[in-house]
C-alpha cells in the first residue's frame, strides 16, 4: 500500500508497520529493535565517559528519534489515552527528558536504561527475534530475568551516585557506584565502601534484599527444565513439564494432549 496525504491511509499504515505482523512490517520492526539496541549501547557507555560536545550533539540525534517515534505510535493508535497506557510511552518520555533538559536532568541520566527493560519485555521484540523462534520460550524467560537484573544494577548505581556521592572517599564516580552496588547485591561486603548514615545503610539493605530476590529468580529459571508451553484453558497456566498431559496447577486436560500439544502464542498486535 503506497503512503499518500490521506490521514486515515498514513495511520493504517503506520498502525501496520508497528503492530502488523507482515514480512513488510516485521522488517520495520527488526529495523527499529536495531536502533534501540544502538541507543541504549550509547546510554550504557556514555556512563563510564567523560561528556564532549558531541555527545549533547547525539543525545539531541537520539531526542530526534524517540520524539519522531514516540508521535507515530500516537497517530498510528489515534488515541492518547491508549497511546498512555502502554510503559514504553512512560519510558520513552522519561527518556526524552533526560535528552531534552540535560542541564536539570543530567544526573538523572541513568533512568535511560529503562529503555533496554521495555525492549526486552515487547512482545514485539519476541516476534522480531530470531524469526520469533524465542517467542514464549525459556530463551525468552532467562532473558527478561537476566536483564531484569541487569537493569536493576544500573539504575541503583545511579540512584547510589545521585543520593550518596562524595559521602564516601572511594564513591567518585559511575563506576564505584557501580562497584558498591554489586558488592552489596551479592553480599560478599568488601567494606571498602560504605555509607554510614541511616539512608545509606537502608538503602544497602533494600540492595541486598533485592540482590537475592533477583539472583534466585534468575537461577529458578537456569536451571528449571525446559517447559513446554500450552495454555490451560481452564486456569491460564501456560508452563508445563515436557511430558505433561495435565495442568500442573489445577489438573484439567491440557489442549492437545493425545498428541504433540500446540504452542500457543500471545501476539498483542497493538503491544509496542
Known amino acids: 500500500m503506497a503512503v499518500t496525504d490521506d490521514p486515515k491511509t498514513l495511520r493504517s499504515r503506520l498502525r501496520e ?23 541504549i549501547g550509547f546510554f550504557v557507555f556514555s556512563q563510564f565517559v567523560p561528556e564532549g560536545p558531541l555527545f549533547l550533539v547525539i543525545d539531541y540525534v537520539i531526542a530526534a528519534f524517540v520524539a519522531v517515534d514516540l508521535a507515530a505510535k500516537l497517530y498510528a493508535l489515534g488515541s492518547v489515552r491508549r497511546w498512555m497506557k502502554y510503559p514504553t510511552t512512560w519510558v520513552d518520555l522519561v527518556v526524552l527528558a533526560t535528552l531534552l533538559l540535560p542541564a536539570l536532568l543530567h544526573n538523572w541520566g541513568f533512568l535511560r536504561i529503562l529503555r533496554l527493560w521495555t525492549l526486552v519485555h515487547r512482545e514485539r521484540f519476541w516476534n522480531v527475534l530470531g524469526g520469533g523462534r524465542w517467542d514464549d520460550t525459556y530463551v525468552e524467560d532467562l532473558t527478561k530475568a537476566v536483564v531484569n537484573l541487569v537493569v536493576f544494577v544500573f539504575l541503583a548505581a545511579g540512584l547510589a551516585q545521585v543520593l550518596f556521592l562524595g559521602q564516601h572517599p572511594k564513591l567518585n564516580n559511575f563506576l564505584d557506584a557501580i562497584y558498591f552496588v554489586v558488592t552489596a547485591l551479592t553480599t560478599t561486603g568488601f567494606g571498602d565502601i560504605t555509607i554510614d548514615t541511616a539512608a545509606g545503610r537502608l538503602f544497602s539493605i533494600v540492595l541486598m534484599i533485592s540482590g537475592i530476590t533477583l539472583f534466585f529468580g534468575i537461577a529458578q529459571k537456569a536451571f528449571s527444565p525446559n517447559e513446554k508451553i500450552v495454555l490451560c484453558t481452564s486456569c491460564g497456566q501456560d508452563r508445563h513439564p515436557p511430558d505433561a498431559r495435565f495442568c500442573k496447577a489445577c489438573g484439567a486436560a491440557l489442549p492437545g494432549w493425545a498428541g504433540r500439544p500446540p504452542k500457543v502464542r500471545r501476539h498483542h498486535h497493538h503491544d509496542q
Do not use: H, I, S
Open 17 to 39: 508497520l508497528y503492530f502488523g505482523v507482515t514480512p513488510e512490517a516485521l522488517r520495520f520492526q527488526g529495523a527499529m529493535v536495531a536502533l534501540d539496541f544502538l541507543v
